[in-house]
Nanobody, 123 residues
Framework: QVQLVESGGGLVQAGGSLRLSCTAS????????MGWFRQGPGKEREFVGAINRNGGNTYYADSVKGRFTISRDNAKNEVHLQMTSLKPEDTAVYYC????????????????WGQGTQVTVSS
C-alpha cells in the first residue's frame, strides 16, 4: 500500500510555469514506477507522463513533450512534474499515480492514486 499526496497546483497565465509535487508514504517508494495523469473539464483522465523506478527513464504524452519534465527523489519519496510554456488547454486536475515495477501509460495499469491538484491556465 502506498499513499500519495499532490501539491503545487494553482492559477497561472499562459506561457507560465508551475511545479507539481507528489509525496508518497507507505511501502518502499523506489519499488514503484510513477505516473502523472490529468483530467480536464468534461474530459477523460489522460496520461501525461511517467518515470521509472530509479528516475533514469521517462515517457511523455505528445501533447506535453518538450514542455513538461518529470523527476523523482527516492530519498525524499517525491516525484515532481515541472510544467513550462503552459497553455489554457493544460487546465485540469493533475493526479500522480503509482504502480509496481514498470512504466505504463494506461490509467487502469496504476494501482494507487493521489487526490489530485487543480491547475488552471488563463489566456
Amino acid at each position: 500500500q502506498v499513499q500519495l499526496v499532490e501539491s503545487g497546483g494553482g492559477l497561472v497565465q499562459a506561457g507560465g510555469s508551475l511545479r507539481l509535487s507528489c509525496t508518497a508514504s507507505g511501502r518502499t517508494f523506489s519499488f514503484y514506477a510513477m505516473g502523472w495523469f490529468r483530467q480536464g473539464p468534461g474530459k477523460e483522465r489522460e496520461f501525461v507522463g511517467a518515470i521509472n523506478r530509479n528516475g533514469g527513464n521517462t515517457y511523455y504524452a505528445d501533447s506535453v513533450k518538450g514542455r513538461f519534465t518529470i523527476s523523482r527523489d527516492n530519498a525524499k519519496n517525491e516525484v515532481h512534474l515541472q510544467m513550462t510554456s503552459l497553455k489554457p488547454e493544460d487546465t485540469a486536475v493533475y493526479y500522480c499515480a503509482a504502480r509496481p515495477l514498470l512504466i505504463k501509460t494506461m490509467r487502469d495499469d496504476y494501482n494507487y492514486w493521489g487526490q489530485g491538484t487543480q491547475v488552471t491556465v488563463s489566456s
